[in-house]
């Protein structure tokens, strides 16, 4: 047993992550570069045609994905970080109770929150309709079936993916650390930019990675609250595969939109600074 | 005073967050007593309990549901088993190709759930496997199996080792000693990952709509019928596991607190 005990736990995992994620993504790799269709079968041609082509057909949507999942990861900074801030230093023995609540919308289905959602937004519905009939909005108003709803969206879903990271490591700060940066005569806002912000940047960053990419990658929130001006590049992969059956293109596209995202990522571990994502990345 | 007022800005701002998420959740519950005629469910029509009654009226939504904790339930134990495993694995020795299971756990959390969804379907489509039941657990095995060994690994670490040199010295077997003290020690990081796995899968949309065939889970189920308007009972079910989930974690958290008491 002994030596080897490390090996046979650890086969079977091995295995299914073998098997389901290493092969199928060398599979989609081998799919994206062939030429043919459903009915006649794909040939393997190593054409890279698939992806200019593709890159060319779709460039609006891929763009749009990007600003709508940057646009989202941003609002969602913006919105969650005092959030995280104030639980962090304020939330005294209430801490739990402030994280639970905001996990709570967790235990609804991903679809049938962004449903509801759309519920509230709707034409006639509660907020907007009620609005209406009492004459503070024109009766043509609408946010659903714009851009506004859908990153709208994409915010109410991911939010407390970027607030809990955040609070992780601002609950990490010593707060000591800041009593030091007052008696050294710290204004309140220096202490902040100079010692707190610095000391919570690590849970920045896991907090934009766990938003941005599940975000630019999203097809429910455009499906669901968006209009027809609103496809996500999401979209148009699950129609190329599902619908058109269209293998080589919609493999090309996904490979495309992962490897946007990790130069993305890339970029922004530099400007952050690579211990930073190492640490990240070993949680 | 300048800086309490801050203070209580903050503390009002924490508050309208939490209400903000958590409004389409009182909107869900409350109109699954709608009394609504029509097939949109967006305007107050009068309370009634007339789809609680008729809760499994729909075969097709019904039928979705039991999908979806049937998949949940058989991914879970699967995705616990080999994440426990795998977690004791890299929590606890160092072994030739480590790093790279741990690189392919972080692969397996970090990548898009459509890329996943999308290179599943292709690994189906190039073997002519045929889609359902048996390929979504696949999938939904996959994606919780890495958060399991996460939590499991948390626990392992943490672990201390004199504790089954004592068993062991004791006469213990390996079996016995996994079985009496190391399971019962690192059973919070499996129970916290089992249950991260049961949520994943049964709230799981984008990978299954790859892998599904013609079979239909619940989140399926729901956006398919966004077009033709959802029926109440999509509600109801929504508010009876949203209940079940909350129920859990306040029980879980009970529990804890009180083992942390004694």
């Known amino acids: 047993m002994g030596r080897r005990a490390p090996y046979w736990l650890a086969l079977p995992g091995w295995l299914w992550l073998g098997i389901f994620l290493v092969v199928p993504i060398a599979a989609m790799a081998s799919v994206s570069l ?3 269709n459903l009915i006649e079968g794909f040939a393997q041609t190593l054409s890279v045609s698939n992806y200019s082509d593709a890159i060319a057909k779709y460039s609006t949507q891929l763009v749009r994905s990007l600003v709508y999942g940057g646009v989202a990861t941003l609002l969602m900074l913006l919105l969650g970080y005092p959030v995280a801030y104030w639980i962090a230093f304020k939330g005294g023995s209430r801490k739990s109770m402030y994280l639970f609540l905001l996990l709570l919308p967790f235990f609804v289905s991903f679809v049938l929150r962004t449903i509801s959602w759309g519920f509230l937004l709707a034409d006639d519905g509660i907020l907007f309709g009620t609005l209406k009939g009492w004459g503070v909005l024109p009766t043509d108003f609408h946010v659903l079936a714009t851009t506004v ?12 993916f970027m607030i809990l990271p955040i609070y992780v490591a601002l609950e990490r700060v010593d707060p000591r650390v800041i009593e030091a940066a007052y008696d050294l005569y710290a204004s309140r806002f220096d202490a902040f930019r100079r010692v707190v912000l610095p000391l919570s940047l690590p849970g920045v960053f896991a907090g934009v990675l766990m938003t941005f990419v599940p975000a630019t990658a999203d097809p429910v929130n455009a499906a669901v609250l968006g209009g027809t001006g609103n496809t996500m590049i999401g979209n148009i992969i699950q129609t190329e595969y599902l619908v058109n059956s269209n293998y080589p293109t919609a493999s090309a596209l996904s490979f495309t939109l992962m490897a946007v995202l990790l130069i993305g990522i890339f970029i922004y571990a530099r400007t952050l600074g690579t211990d930073n994502v190492l640490e990240a990345a070993a949680r | 005073m300048r800086t309490r007022f801050g203070d209580r800005v903050l503390h009002w701002y924490t508050w309208l967050i939490i209400l903000w998420l958590s409004s389409p959740i009182a909107v869900m519950i409350v109109f699954g007593f709608n009394d609504k005629k029509s097939k949109s469910n967006t305007s107050w029509q009068g309370f009634t309990l007339k789809w609680y009654q008729e809760l499994f009226a729909i075969d097709g939504l019904t039928e979705a549901l039991i999908n979806s904790i049937v998949i949940a339930v058989v991914s879970t134990i699967l995705a616990t088993t080999l994440g426990t495993l795998l977690g004791l694995a890299v929590g606890r020795y160092r072994f030739r190709g480590k790093g790279l299971t741990n690189f392919l756990i972080f692969a397996a959390i970090s990548t898009p759930e459509l890329v996943m969804g999308a290179s ?17 657990i696949i999938a939904h095995t996959l994606f919780s199996l ?3 060994v996460v939590t499991v690994r948390a626990r392992v670490v943490v672990l201390d080792p004199s504790l089954e040199e004592a068993a062991r010295d004791l006469g213990a077997g390996t079996w016995e000693t996994f079985r009496l003290v190391t399971l019962p020690s690192i059973m919070p990081g499996v129970a916290a990952g089992a249950m991260l796995a049961f949520a994943l899968s049964i709230d799981d949309y984008v990978v299954t709509s790859f892998v599904n065939g013609s079979e239909l889970t619940f989140p399926l189920w729901i956006i398919g019928s966004v077009k033709v308007g959802i029926p109440a009972q999509v509600n109801v079910m929504g508010t009876l596991i949203f209940a079940l989930g909350a129920l859990v974690a306040i029980a879980n958290s009970v529990s804890s607190r ?5």
Do not use: K, Q
């Open chain 2, 120 to 136: 599943l379907l292709s690994l189906f489509v190039s073997a002519n496997a045929p889609r359902g039941h048996v390929t979504i």
């Open chain 2, 258 to 262: 009180r083992r942390a008491a004694r």
């Open chain 1, 34 to 36: 062939t030429t043919g």
């Open chain 1, 149 to 160: 709803a859908v990153i709208g969206g994409l915010v109410y879903n991911f939010l407390p």
């Open chain 2, 146 to 148: 890495a958060f399991v």
